[in-house]
DNA sequence: ATAGGGTTAG
């Protein structure tokens, strides 16, 4: 029976490797050699010159048996603990390295994995279903999927039996890939081999799913195994509302959560995590406690996840003093403050342009070790935005010297500060080195040139960059086509912007209520008040709703053409949807009563209690 | 001993 199945899976799947040699040990054919480490070279020389031979001493069996409990402080205690062990006789068995490589995966070691595989193969130890269910995570994890399905073909050929494990983990490579389709055809390849999806399978599908924006599907596919009776657990529950709440339904989130509660699936840590940042990314405060609360009543702790996110929403809403308190409580509950809980406080200081207290953090977390290339980023954004660009630039030169290579976010940042002080040369530089450090320019990045080169009132430039962008793989989007519009508009020419406008709907985008705002600032500017409102009332019906911002560039393109009743009617209608006059609206409002027009009575009239015009 | 869900930067 098992045969079959595997003669259907040796059928059905089509895999090229399967189909090769084995001579050789498995990941030497791979060509794995790019995946050796220094500290690989370290451990087969060694290997080769001298292993202990005699009796373990007392010290042998310590280092045993630390091996064999696998629990290292970190990489490097790590290693350094399999460096030893592999100079002992009798080496351990497949099952204690299969240990070591999981604690290794669960520090996110992966290319470290696939190194050591290699080493402990060459050792003469045979790899089992267990170590390779491993080294396909790997290659997943590191999106090679297509070497996981090599050493799946490997399996096959060599006679080992892939049991459930195996199946998912490729199942979860592909799916981490993208490749849904692919996923679901291989699963159809796995019940035609005879072997049943369980929980794990369905769950990695739907979160394969939520991830690519596909919660609709997911919540099918959610019935779908009940149909099936296939029961869903507390983390496919997780992922779908997740998902929800990324995508701002948090309504729905509660509902399904209610839903599982109702089947008695008890929600976890992670479950309630993933809700209250849903609801503190709403500002939904008040809930979120509440919900903290929901939780530790049922006794779940938060942990550092939890903390970490009340932390960044706190800073990002500018309660960065509240933030420090939460740092107090989880140390008080017995959790570390990590790297990310001080990258977000960071963070929360440059946000309200307290750089020296975002400094000091920074060297706090230098002093500890717990620096991270996120910290650097952040602090060289701080910097930036605080119009310090040397200092920025200094600590972008200081990066590789301690360890930590910028990325496209680093130069990102960097650039556009250059960008905002002037320094377009530089700008160009840095860009070039980035391109030429392997770094594959993004679409935002390119957004951030378009920016500056439109700042910079070189539209020509701009033009062309967009029409290069347009030629490669990286297609404008509509955030490269509202910078373009607000370039053109800026320099009067309003005819190219309306046709920038009609050729982001005719590519099948959707404007922002940047885009809409632009665009209307631009009309109203040039007088065309009848297009501008035109495109105003338009907004709704392509389900884009006016903010607080548009209402006001419309109504200032009203008064300033002196249509004081179109003006005053959609200030009333802005403040019956809870927006107010910003400060340009009331000078414009109160300069024109200043000049004995009845507007400002007229609104304070119609605005019950004067919200919509602020004047002190 | 192997699979699935949550946090930070442009």
């Known amino acids: 029976m098992i045969v079959t199945a595997k003669l259907r899976l040796m059928k059905t799947m089509c895999f090229a490797s399967a189909f090769r040699s084995f001579r050789f040990p498995l990941l030497r054919e791979l060509g794995m050699g790019n995946f050796q480490s220094p500290t690989l ?6 290997h080769s010159s001298s292993r202990a031979t005699s009796a373990h001493t007392h010290k042998d069996a310590s280092l045993i048996s630390k091996f064999n409990s696998a629990s290292f402080r970190d990489v490097d205690d790590a290693l350094a603990s ?3 062990i592999i100079l002992m006789h009798p080496l351990p068995s497949i099952v204690e390295f299969g240990r070591f490589l999981s604690a290794l995966v669960r520090m996110k070691q992966y290319q470290t994995v696939i190194c050591l595989s290699r080493t402990i193969e060459s ?15 790997c290659f997943c994890r590191l999106h090679l999927v297509d070497f996981g399905f090599s050493i799946f073909g490997k399996i096959l050929k060599f006679g080992l039996e892939p049991d459930i494990v195996t199946f998912n983990t490729l199942i979860n490579g592909l799916c981490l890939e993208g490749k849904i389709n692919r996923a679901v055809d291989f699963v159809n390849d796995m019940v035609a081999g005879g072997y049943q999806p369980n929980v794990c399978t369905y769950t990695v599908i739907v979160s394969g799913l939520c991830k690519f924006g596909k919660t609709n599907v997911a919540i099918w596919l959610l019935k779908e195994m009940i149909e099936r009776g296939c029961e869903p657990n507390a983390v496919t529950y997780t992922a779908i509302i997740d998902a929800l709440c990324k995508d701002k339904l948090v309504a729905e989130a509660v509902s399904l959560f209610s839903q599982m509660r109702d089947k008695r699936i008890s929600p976890n840590v992670i479950t309630y995590t993933c809700l209250i940042h849903g609801l503190c990314n709403l500002g939904k405060w008040s809930q979120a406690r509440a919900l903290l609360k929901e939780m530790v009543g049922h006794n779940i702790s938060p942990n550092i996840f939890t903390f970490n996110i009340l932390i960044d929403s706190l800073c990002k809403e500018g309660l960065v003093s509240n933030a420090q308190s939460i740092i107090k409580i989880m140390i008080q509950s017995g959790v570390e403050p990590n790297a990310v809980s001080y990258n977000s406080l960071m963070d929360g200081y440059c946000l309200r342009s307290q750089l020296d207290e975002a400094i000091q953090i920074f060297d706090l977390m230098v002093h500890n070790g717990i620096v991270d290339a996120f910290s650097y980023s952040i602090l060289i954004n701080g910097y930036c935005k605080s119009k310090r660009i040397d200092e920025a630039m200094q600590l972008f030169g200081e990066m590789p010297q301690k360890g930590f290579l910028p990325d496209t976010i680093t130069y990102t940042t960097l650039i556009q500060g250059l960008w905002n002080a002037g320094k377009a040369r530089t700008a160009h530089v840095l860009f070039n080195n980035m391109c030429s450090h392997g770094h594959q320019p993004d679409i935002i990045i390119f957004s951030t040139l378009l920016e500056g080169l439109c700042k910079q009132g070189d539209l020509d430039e701009a033009l062309t960059l967009f029409k290069a962008m347009e030629k490669s793989q990286l297609k404008p989007n509509h955030v490269s086509y509202t910078i373009l519009i607000d370039g053109v508009c800026k320099a009067g020419k309003l005819h190219d912007a309306k046709e920038f406008f009609s050729r982001l709907f005719e590519k099948g985008l959707q404007p922002n209520v940047y885009t809409y705002s632009i665009i209307i600032k631009g009309l109203c ?15 709704e019906d392509s389900g884009c709703l006016p903010d607080g911002c548009c209402y006001n560039v419309i109504i200032q393109g009203f008064l300033r053409h002196a249509d004081v009743p179109k ?3 959609l200030i009333e209608e802005m403040v019956g949807k809870g927006f107010s006059a910003d400060a340009t609206t009331t000078k414009l409002v109160l300069c024109l009563s200043r000049n004995g027009h009845p507007i400002l009575r007229k609104l ?3 605005s019950k209690g004067f919200k919509g015009v602020n004047v002190k």
């Open 41 to 46: 070279l370290f451990t087969c020389s060694f």
């Open 525 to 539: 500017k040039k007088g065309l008040l009848d297009e501008a409102y035109k495109v105003f009332r338009g907004m």
């Open 567 to 569: 003006a005053s009617k």
């Open 604 to 606: 304070r009239n119609q």
């Open 82 to 84: 399999f460096n030893h």
């Open 123 to 137: 050792l003469g130890i045979s790899h089992n279903v267990y170590s390779l269910a491993i080294l396909i995570n």
